[in-house]
Nanobody, 118 residues
Framework: QVQLVESGGGLMQPGGSLRLSCAAS????????MTWYRQAPGKQRELVAA????????NYAGSVKGRFTISRDNAKNTVYLQMNSLKPEDTAVYYC???????????WGQGTQVTVSS
């Protein structure tokens, strides 16, 4: 059974930091590119950060570049999103996505809420 379970969300003041985790199971994690998306109320889901299957390449949305860092540990089947210098506009539900470009399989987590407010 495929599972992606996000954790680490919560309420944080502006300027603070959070680290999201996404634990994967039920598939060969090391063969999947991993992406964090987010969706704010009334807005479309947007890509936040992505990392290739081996972790050698990353990509970020312009709005988070320099503040967020995506990383992965293939031995632990987990991808992380370190979020620093948080802003109120980072408030959203954050989703973890796994994608295999060869098999064209796509999996999603259930999301974790991040709220940035004073």
């Amino acid at each position: 059974q495929v599972q992606l379970v996000e954790s680490g969300g919560g309420l944080m003041q502006p300027g603070g930091s959070l680290r999201l985790s996404c634990a994967a199971s039920g598939f060969t994690f090391s063969t999947y590119a991993m992406t964090w998306y987010r969706q704010a109320p009334g807005k479309q889901r947007e890509l936040v950060a992505a990392i290739t299957s081996a972790g050698g390449s990353t990509n970020y949305a312009g709005s988070v570049k320099g503040r967020f860092t995506i990383s992965r540990d293939n031995a632990k089947n987990t991808v992380y999103l370190q979020m620093n210098s948080l802003k109120p506009e980072d408030t959203a539900v954050y989703y973890c996505n796994a994608h295999n470009y060869v098999l064209r399989y796509d999996y999603w987590g259930q999301g974790t809420q991040v709220t940035v407010s004073s």
